[in-house]
């Protein structure tokens, strides 16, 4: 069972809204306070079990409506990307259905990690 600020933050993902802002809208958040703080704040809240499966079940009946699924999607954008090798004036049909994606909101525009992580990344096989 989530508190109601929890459920406040879980609705605001839910609807769009960044995990920081969706923190500030739910949570007493002052004005001094940094934003790294919040940001952490807020992905430590989506680590929660609880939490983001309450994101995931008010997200579906959105995706759902929008009658798109991730399958579809990819299939369309693929659709769409050999067209544009043919014609280069399929630029805005392609943005035109990332944003439908977004719509039915099957991106994130924010990812946040925590964490000490050691990665080595390759530049040109170097």
């Known amino acids: 069972m989530l508190t109601p600020k929890q459920e406040a933050f879980a609705i605001a993902v839910a609807s769009g809204m960044t995990q920081a802002d969706a923190y500030r809208s739910a949570y007493d958040v002052k004005a001094t306070t940094k934003a790294v703080t919040i940001i952490k ?63 039915a909101q099957l991106y994130t525009d924010n990812l946040v990690v925590t964490g000490n992580f050691n990665v080595g990344i390759k530049i040109n096989g170097k």
């Open 41 to 103: 704040r807020a992905s430590e809240l989506m680590t929660d079990g609880d939490i983001s499966g309450r994101v995931e079940e008010l997200k579906k009946p959105i995706i759902e409506a929008a009658g798109i699924t991730l399958e579809s999607h990819l299939a369309r954008l693929e659709h769409l990307g050999k067209k544009a090798e043919k014609a280069e004036s399929y630029t805005a049909a392609i943005s035109a259905e990332v944003a439908r994606g977004k719509v």
